[in-house]
Structures are given as C-alpha cells and as structure tokens.
C-alpha cells in the first residue's frame, strides 16, 4: 500500500483530496416473486425515507444508484421475467464490485438475492469462490419441484446451491454459485420438511433461532461470517426482513412469530468484525403496503445506516479491484 492510501483511509488523519470510498445502494424493484407484488415499492419508500447524505460520513459515502425494475412490459411466464431481472442485477452487481465498490441491495423481494449474489460470485470467480450469510426467519430452499406456493421468493437458497429451474440457476454461467460449505443461515423458525432435507443433505449449517436464544445473535453471526469467510475471495449478507421480530418489522408477506429483536441485530451488525473480504449486503422482502406507521421502514434504514457504517470499519484500506 502506497503512503497516500495509507494516510486517506487510516480513520484518524483529516481527509483531503479526495472523496470517501462509496457504497452503492441498488435498488433491486422486484416484486414478482412473492404472491403479494408490495415489494416492488421497498426502494423508492426507502430512498424518500432514507436520503444518502443521511448515511454518509466522513469515512464512506452512500450514493443511491439507479433502481432495477422488471420489465412486464411482455407476455410472458414469471420465471422468464425474474430471470431477466436478475441478469440486470448480477451485471450490476459485478460492475459495483469490479469498480471496487462495496454495495447494498434493497429489495424487493428475495427472489433478487439470485441476481445479487450471482453477480458476486462471478466477479470474483477467478479469484475464488462466494461466501454468504444468509439471516432469514425461511430457509428459501424451495426447488419449484418442491413448493406448495410456487414463489421464487422460497427458492433463492436452492437456486444458488444450483437446484432449480434453468433459468434461475444457469444466469451468467450453467453452474453453481455457491457451494454448501461458504453458506450459513441464521435465524431460521418456518420452513419445509423438503427443504431441510435438501440442505441437511448438502451439509449446509442452520443456526435455528432456538440455538439464537441459547448462545446469542453476536455467536451466531461471528460462526456464520467465519464459514463465509473461511477458504472464499469475498462474503456477502442478505437479510430477510422477516427475520426481524413482527412488532419491529411488521410489512413483510410471510411474518413467522420469534424474530430477533430490531436493536440486538443492528449492535450485531455493528459490532461484526467483517474484515477485507466483506462484497456486500443485501435487504430483502420490505413491503411498504404491510407498515404499520412507518415501524418497518424506520427499523430498515436504521439496519441500512448499520450496514453502512459496517463499512467504514472495512473500508480503511483500499479493496483491490478485480483483475
Ligand atoms: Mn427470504
């Protein structure tokens, strides 16, 4: 590291020439893939409650990019129209990380997060494979073989493992983005007997939220940032809103009861010791039409400002940009 970088991003010297490092807020406007499309509406809500010079410090700074819609403009099957959604927002999501930006995506939906995570995956691909801590009141481990609902929204887990429609888990590249041994889920209260096969199977580790209660939110996420971390080039964090406790975060279509609490996951967040190899976070499944008096949003731009200044801890030294 040269002596300017040194100088710019260690915390205590004043910051001259240039700006902070940016994080890019994407808005991923997806709503297809629930049985309710209130999720479509999650980022521009939280762009008009959350502006980015809220966010911002001097150590890093927030900058909304451009929303993703999907594009329903064709007649044409849900698969296909998420499945072109999620192309948009995997190559935006490599772009982000090829300019040496750290990102947040606003979902949407969690369908998304087959777009997001993808689009990480691929970026570092040549330096080695995608961790992902995935904190979610659902295991998302659908395959369409296996759900009673058909929503894509219960399938991103299974799509990334590569177990799945086509269309959803060849984007990009035919193969997996992400191997079982990097994936941790936390938090997890509601799901399947078929998707815990499929995942127990595979040897992916769950912390149930009654292994929550027994040792604590701060264990559970320092374990599951270490299996993300350990033997990848980079990690990423999607949380599920619905992980959150109902009486913090109310707007989410599939509330499950014993959620964490709001402020125990922000100090978590906070609190994380993330390291170099953090690419980014995601928050997915907000729906506005489901608030009760602003109770969501207010708990989700909390979660966004923790998320942020997350990163200006990692942020001290310059990421390297892909080759
Ligand atoms: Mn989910």
Redesign the pocket.
């Known amino acids: 590291m040269d002596e300017r970088h040194e100088m710019y991003y260690t915390y205590d010297c004043p910051l001259t020439e240039q700006s902070p490092p940016v994080v890019s807020l994407i808005g991923a406007a997806l709503g297809l893939g629930s049985s309710l499309s209130g999720c479509a509406q999650g980022p521009d809500i939280l762009r008009q409650h959350q502006p980015e010079l809220l966010m911002s410090n001097a150590h890093v700074q927030a900058i909304w990019d451009e929303l993703i819609r999907a594009n329903r403009s064709r007649p044409e099957n849900v698969v296909s129209t998420i499945s072109r959604f999620c192309l948009a927002l995997a190559e935006r999501v490599k772009e982000t990380i090829d300019n040496g930006e750290r990102f947040t995506v606003i979902g949407g939906?969690?369908a998304c997060?087959i777009g997001t995570w993808t689009g990480a995956a691929m970026a570092i691909a040549d330096r080695g494979p995608l961790g992902l801590v995935?904190i979610?009141?659902?295991l998302?481990a659908h395959t369409p073989e296996t759900s009673p609902s058909h929503c894509i929204?219960?399938m991103?887990?299974a799509s990334l493992l590569g177990y799945g429609a086509p269309d959803l888990t060849d984007l990009l590249r035919p193969e997996a983005k992400l191997l079982p041994q990097h994936l941790c889920l936390v938090g997890v209260r509601s799901y399947e007997q078929d998707e815990i096969e499929l995942l127990k199977k595979l040897g992916v580790r769950i912390i149930l939220m009654e292994e929550i209660h027994r040792y604590g939110l701060e264990a559970a996420l320092f374990e599951a940032v270490n299996i993300a971390s350990s033997g990848t080039a980079g990690f990423g964090i999607?949380i599920?809103v619905?992980?959150i406790h109902t009486d913090d975060a109310p707007a989410v279509g599939?509330p499950a009861a014993d959620g964490i609490r709001a402020t125990q996951l922000i100090s978590a967040i906070a609190k994380l010791n993330t390291g170099q190899n953090l690419l980014g976070y995601e928050i997915?499944?907000f729906n506005p039409s489901l608030d009760i008096e602003e109770q969501t949003v207010n708990t989700i731009c909390d979660l966004l400002v923790a998320t942020v200044a997350n990163y200006s801890s990692v942020n001290r030294y310059p990421m390297s940009p892909s080759p």
Do not use: C, N, R
């Open positions: 939906d969690h997060a995935w979610d009141a659902h998302d929204h219960g991103p887990v999607s599920d619905d992980a599939t997915a499944e």
